[in-house]
């Protein structure tokens, strides 16, 4: 079965810049996605088809993908971004649609 | 502004059933793929189902296949998942996800709970 990598934590000072990776075969032909889980609350899509940004969502989140690995940088990083980030995409097929496990972001 | 409402939720026995349901309103319901995604407590985000706009093509995660059905109603604008022969292992808060391969819109969630 198709697995999406993720550590499962990232620890960042307010104002620096975190980066949480994304690892997965099919990732060079199938685009990332990444969605932010604050506690309690539901998922929020932050990013799509690699490096595309929602509306509504601060310019301080970009996204990339190279090879196997695709990556969410938050720069200048807030208090308010501490949560669960999820990447997910699908298998090269496109036949399985897989999260990856998680990464919880903590600001301190 | 896009609302999803999910709703059907409570503590059911294994092998009981359980119809959620999630009410949309504040976007175009019958141009979207809609998808169920679920999350078991304090556990990742596990796709469980989608379902075509017209409901022409529907697709599920294999261990939910057989069991589970879902299901829309483009008059009412909503999205429905017949639960049949619950398992301990379904339960999780299940969320009601605009699109079919990609999620931009979610509802709240609601809980399901099936006791060991």
């Known amino acids: 079965s198709y697995e999406l990598t993720q550590p499962p934590s990232v620890s960042v000072s307010p104002g620096q810049s975190a980066r949480i990776t994304c690892s997965g075969d099919a990732l060079p032909k199938r685009y990332a996605y990444w969605y932010q889980q604050r506690s309690g609350q539901a998922p929020v899509l932050v990013m799509y088809e690699d490096n595309k940004r929602p509306s509504g969502i601060p310019e301080r989140f970009s996204g990339s993908s190279s090879g196997t690995m695709a990556t969410l940088t938050i720069s200048g990083t807030q208090v308010e971004d501490e949560a669960d980030y999820y990447c997910y995409s699908t298998d090269s097929s496109g036949d399985r649609r897989v999260f990856g496990g998680g990464t919880k972001l903590t600001v301190l | ?116």
Request: proline share 3%.
């Open chain 2, 1 to 116: 502004e896009v609302q999803m409402v999910e709703s059907g939720g409570g503590l059911v026995q294994p092998g009981g059933s359980l119809r959620l349901s999630c009410a949309t309103s504040g976007f175009s319901f019958s141009s979207y793929w809609m998808s169920w995604v679920r999350q078991a407590p304090g556990k990742g985000l596990e796709w469980v189902a989608n379902i075509k706009q017209d409901g022409s093509e529907i697709y599920y995660v294999d261990s939910v296949k057989g069991r589970f059905t879902i299901s829309r109603d483009t008059g009412k604008s909503s999205l429905y998942l017949q639960m049949n022969r619950l398992r301990v292992e379904d339960t999780a808060v299940y969320y009601c996800a605009r699109g079919g391969n990609w999620w931009d819109q979610w509802g709240h969630g609601t809980l399901v709970t099936v006791p060991s």
